[in-house]
């Protein structure tokens, strides 16, 4: 079975400081990582997808994720945080077709 | 491209009745469909696989016959919530799987459901 550990509830930073947003996964076959962004009320949005590529993803709005086998993680970052990006973010793995969602993190940006 | 849109966007109804939720691909057709309730401050959870032409398939705990799902079309399913009440209030979000990319799935807006 598939499953997200998603460490963190709330991670707070402020405007222009990096962004990292920790997730772990566990899969009994080669997973599919998704990293979904949620605003408040409304749907998901995809930041990026691991697909057994490249294990460095680069996705919208300046996010990228690196997908490391050996720590089962696929850890989300951002260089230099904005206010916009303040919202509630999903890691997901892919199994059997459906998606499992982690529990979510907050992100709280300060001026 | 691959949009996905829901209808409506918000809905409040009275406790006893039926409140029904539109799910459309904008423009791919969708064999697969599915439907997420998600509560406040919580992650999606995920209540049925919808599959164009044939029955739903229900997860775990899912009340098959309070949460009907129709996926009549290959650009349209539907969520029927019978007999609402206001435990039923919540955010429901549809995504539709791309048809060439098993494992990619699009998103609607979310519908947001109170009952009163």
């Known amino acids: 079975a598939q499953s997200v550990t998603q460490l963190g509830s709330h991670v707070s930073v402020s405007e222009g400081a990096l962004v990292l947003l920790r997730c772990n996964y566990s899969s009994s076959v080669p997973p599919y990582l998704f990293w979904y962004v949620q605003y408040p009320n409304q749907g998901l949005q995809l930041l990026l997808k691991?697909?057994?590529?490249?294990?460095l993803v680069k996705g919208i709005n300046g996010f990228e994720a690196e997908f490391k086998k050996s720590e089962t993680s696929f850890h989300l970052t951002k260089p230099s945080a904005h206010m916009s990006d303040a919202a509630e973010y999903f890691c997901a793995v892919s199994g059997f077709q459906k998606l499992v969602f982690g529990t979510g993190t907050r992100l709280l940006v300060s001026p | 491209g691959a949009v996905v849109s829901q209808h409506p966007s918000r809905v409040i109804c009275k406790s006893g009745t039926s409140v029904k939720i539109e799910c459309r691909s904008l423009d791919f057709q969708a064999t697969t469909m599915f439907w997420y309730r998600q509560f406040p401050k919580k992650s999606l959870m995920l209540m049925a696989t919808s599959n164009e032409g044939s029955k739903a398939t229900y997860e775990q705990g899912v009340e098959k016959d309070k949460f009907l799902i129709n996926h009549a079309s290959l650009t349209l399913s539907t969520l029927t919530v019978t007999s609402a009440h206001p435990e039923d209030s919540s955010f429901y979000i549809c995504?539709?799987?791309?048809?060439?990319?098993?494992?990619?799935?699009?998103f609607g807006p979310g519908t947001r459901l109170t009952v009163t």
């Open positions: 691991y697909t057994s590529a490249a294990t």
């Open positions: 995504s539709a799987r791309f048809p060439t990319v098993n494992y990619e799935q699009y």
